[in-house]
Nanobody, 128 residues
Framework: QVQLVESGGGLVQAGGSLRLSCAAS????????MGWYRQAPGKEREFVAAISQGGTTTYYSNSVRGRFTISRDNAKNTVYLAMNSLKPEDTAVYYC?????????????????????WGQGTQVTVSS
């Protein structure tokens, strides 16, 4: 398994941007599909974005498609989430996850039972 540590969260005004990073330890990072999830207060955790093992395909939830971009650097064992045009409803704790999925889309539409590692989360707060 890999150990995941997120960073880059913070407070930003609506319309602003943030970039989250997730650093992974271990030599098997490139064998995992990677994803970002979020959980707002009083709500269930939801899928945000995923990227395939090689970084060639991505998949997004409808609520962030066109505003967020997921990417990964396997040489650095890191996955990123660039968030633009942020809205107050994007406020949540954002979690990085490593999963055993064949494709990025599979990570987005299947249950999270194939997630093997979760990060500790990083808070993103968007003020109106």
């Amino acid at each position: 398994q890999v150990q995941l540590v997120e960073s880059g969260g913070g407070l930003v005004q609506a319309g602003g941007s943030l970039r989250l990073s997730c650093a992974a330890s271990g030599r098997t990072f490139s064998s995992y599909a990677m994803g970002w999830y979020r959980q707002a207060p009083g709500k269930e955790r939801e899928f945000v974005a995923a990227i395939s093992q090689g970084g060639t395909t991505t998949y997004y939830s409808n609520s962030v498609r066109g505003r967020f971009t997921i990417s990964r650097d396997n040489a650095k064992n890191t996955v990123y989430l660039a968030m633009n045009s942020l809205k107050p409803e994007d406020t949540a704790v954002y979690y990085c996850a490593a999963g055993l999925y064949q494709t990025a889309q599979a990570m987005g539409v299947m249950t999270d039972k194939r997630i093997r590692s979760w990060g500790q989360g990083t808070q993103v707060t968007v003020s109106s």
